[in-house]
T-cell receptor
Framework: DAMVIQNPRYQVTQFGKPVTLSCSQTLNHNVMYWYQQKSSQAPKLLFHYYDKDFNNEADTPDNFQSRRPNTSFCFLDIRSPGLGDAAMYLC???????????FGDGTRLSIL | AQKVTQAQTEISVVEKEDVTLDCVYETRDTTYYLFWYKQPPSGELVFLIRRNSFDEQNEISGRYSWNFQKSTSSFNFTITASQVVDSAVYFCALSASGGSNYKLTFGKGTLLTVNP
């Protein structure tokens, strides 16, 4: 059974039209991450939550926002997607500081 | 600062060949963790192994084995008798205490293609 679930698997949006990607987990992990991965590149961390504490990476554009209403759910909001935001977006969770991160299947975002 | 180097961008082998994926890391922390993840064409990142800095014991899991050597800051991954299903991008990653707060630093990945 999937433990980190990302919906949808594929998302198409228009240039400039806000889009929300969702992530849920059944693991009850206290840390949740959002990564952006472009073709042939390593995942790039956008931000993470430690419980309700939000931690933004210094180079994450303001266009990217996140919400974590409860332990199980985390959302990635892209306020005005540009063509450069087309990528795979990966959600991950972690339980403790020395534990591996568990990844969802990702959402592949296309911008028209 | 942490850094992970996977010098091999792409490797192509024929089924049943053994293949080793190299990983070299840099960190100033004395406590750190090393990981390997597999990313098949479908896109999900699959956790394969975690190693902490105090445990240099090599590990074998089926056809997979890992060689951790602190003296050379390397954590290499060997697939024995490779299969077509092993075709994927493999990422080595480092997580450390200190300033990074246990965030993962990924290498750029190695694309492994196993041909029938």
């Amino acid at each position: 059974d999937a433990m980190v679930i990302q919906n949808p698997r594929y998302q198409v949006t228009q240039f400039g039209k806000p889009v929300t990607l969702s992530c849920s987990q059944t693991l009850n992990h206290n840390v949740m991450y959002w990564y952006q991965q472009k073709s042939s590149q390593a995942p790039k961390l956008l931000f993470h939550y430690y419980d309700k504490d939000f931690n933004n990476e210094a180079d994450t554009p303001d266009n990217f926002q996140s919400r974590r209403p409860n332990t199980s759910f985390c959302f990635l909001d892209i306020r005005s997607p540009g063509l450069g935001d087309a990528a795979m977006y990966l959600c991950a969770t972690r339980e403790g500081k020395n534990q591996p991160q568990h990844f969802g299947d990702g959402t592949r975002l296309s911008i028209l | 600062a942490q850094k992970v180097t996977q010098a091999q961008t792409e490797i192509s082998v024929v089924e049943k060949e053994d293949v080793t994926l190299d990983c070299v890391y840099e960190t100033r922390d004395t406590t750190y963790y090393l990981f390997w993840y597999k990313q098949p064409p479908s896109g999900e990142l699959v956790f394969l192994i975690r190693r902490n800095s105090f445990d240099e014991q090599n590990e074998i899991s089926g056809r997979y084995s890992w060689n951790f050597q602190k003296s050379t800051s390397s954590f290499n991954f060997t697939i024995t008798a490779s299969q077509v299903v092993d075709s994927a991008v493999y990422f080595c990653a480092l997580s450390a205490s200190g300033g990074s707060n246990y965030k993962l630093t990924f290498g750029k990945g190695t694309l492994l293609t196993v041909n029938p």
